[in-house]
């Protein structure tokens, strides 16, 4: 393990090959203070995958032993779901799917569980935000609130494809939907690369980046649970999700020094999805992506200037 310098909770998304309780000690191997990870395939629905006591328990020994706080990790949802989505049959599906993402992370104990809101299609995007919020509320509903906290996140989409939750605007409407009672269980997430992509200003000077930050505060009336650190292959306002290693990609390295250097980025996770650079992982094999090690270092050695 590579012992982190960092006074922020900076992560990773390792592999999972061979099982959660491997990509906790995959990322307890590259020094990361947080992480994050899929509890399942995340190119399919998994409404029978179930965490099992003797899972769960094994993975937060993992999280002990790597040093790893259970409020530090995140789940990821999978893509297929869809809660915007104009079609009944693949909106209800989607909305179930959601529950038991939501089942999954809260057996495990972890701090949230972040998922992408979908595509409204050629439907209407307020009855798509509205959707998703309904879509919020009945998993909120049907998995209760345990001692760990566990709270169902929004990300910010790059806004291809009529993606919803590019704007501050579209998360509030999906939040506000949630009834008074279980909106503390709620809340949003950033991805550096998604901002870029959607046409927010956070490259080109630290007080660009401030201004976009406070309008998602102003606007949703909260500060994000995580942030996601990605540098972007397209160019500003592209609306395209393709992330890129940090300095390697049209956002640049100066983004992330403001970033780190902000009291916004304090006490919330941090967590790098950049490419990774190995072709396979081996289900044995726990030592750390060598790009996560690479980012971290980066992350660290901007947040000590």
Request: charged share 20%; with cysteine.
């Amino acid at each position: 393990m590579t012992p982190s310098t960092s006074l922020r909770f900076l992560g990773v998304h390792p592999s999972d090959a061979g099982g959660i309780v491997r990509a906790v000690q995959r990322a307890g191997s590259a020094g990361a203070r947080a992480m994050q990870l899929f509890t399942a395939p995340p190119t399919y629905y998994n409404e029978k995958v179930t965490i099992k006591p003797d899972r769960a328990a094994a993975f937060r020994a993992a999280l002990d032993a790597a040093g790893i706080q259970p409020r530090h990790v995140l789940v990821h949802g999978a893509y297929v779901l869809n809660t915007a989505s104009p079609e009944e049959v693949k909106a209800t599906r989607a909305a179930s799917g959601l529950a038991k993402e939501l089942e999954r992370s809260t057996a495990l104990g972890v701090g949230g569980f972040c998922f992408h809101p979908g595509s409204a299609g050629d439907g209407d995007p307020d009855v798509a935000c509205d959707q998703v919020g309904d879509a919020i509320t009945r998993a909120l509903e049907l998995v209760p609130e345990t001692a760990s906290g566990t709270r169902l996140l929004i990300e910010n989409t790059a806004g291809a494809g009529r993606t919803m939750g590019r704007s501050a605007a579209e998360i509030a409407r999906m939040l506000a939907r949630v009834p008074a009672e279980l909106r503390h269980r709620t809340g949003y997430g950033l991805d550096t690369c998604h901002l870029f992509a959607s046409g927010h200003d956070i490259a080109s000077s630290a007080a660009a980046q401030r201004e976009v930050l406070e309008s998602f505060v102003a606007t949703i009336g909260e500060r994000p649970a995580f942030l996601h650190l990605n540098d972007s292959q397209h160019p500003f306002g592209s609306n395209k999700d393709r992330h890129a290693l940090i300095g390697e990609g049209a956002i640049g390295v100066a983004c992330f020094g403001w970033l780190l250097a902000d009291p916004f980025s304090e006490g919330i996770p941090l967590i790098l999805e950049t490419p990774s650079e190995l072709a396979a992982v081996a289900d044995e094999d726990v030592s750390a992506d060598p790009a996560d090690v690479r980012m971290l270092r980066l992350l660290e050695s901007l947040e000590a200037r």
